[in-house]
């Protein structure tokens, strides 16, 4: 199984970013697929959730201004990321879940948000 992350870099303020996760090696399209991210000193939260139906989820800090996205026959989720703080600086991880299955996680790709 692989989750690869790309698409991270330095963003000023106000700034957009589009996260894509490429998965492999498991049945896509019946995983929760998550977005989570970890910034220096804190524990990981999670950003955003995609359900295989399709229903998402955002949390209070990024709603609004983060979406995600799902295309099932590219095995890709995405998370789009306008109106950049500076406290969206992390490292974001892709996450694919479900019970019975398996838990995977991708290497993280790193988002800066400086001017």
């Known amino acids: 199984v692989q989750l690869v992350e790309s698409g991270g870099g330095l963003v000023q303020p106000g700034g957009s970013l589009r996260l894509s996760c490429a998965a492999s090696g498991i049945i896509f399209s019946v995983y929760t697929m998550d977005w989570y991210r970890q910034a220096p000193g804190k524990e990981r939260e999670l950003v955003a959730a995609?359900?295989?139906?399709?229903?998402?989820y955002a949390a209070d800090s990024v709603k609004g201004r983060f979406t995600i996205s799902r295309d099932n026959a590219n095995n890709t989720v995405y998370l789009q990321m306008n109106s950049l703080k500076p406290e969206d600086t992390a490292v974001y991880y892709c996450?694919?879940?479900?019970?019975?299955?398996?838990?995977?996680w991708g290497q993280g790709t790193q988002v800066t948000v400086s001017s």
């Open positions: 996450n694919a879940i479900r019970e019975g299955l398996g838990n995977y």
């Open positions: 995609i359900t295989r139906g399709g229903s998402t």
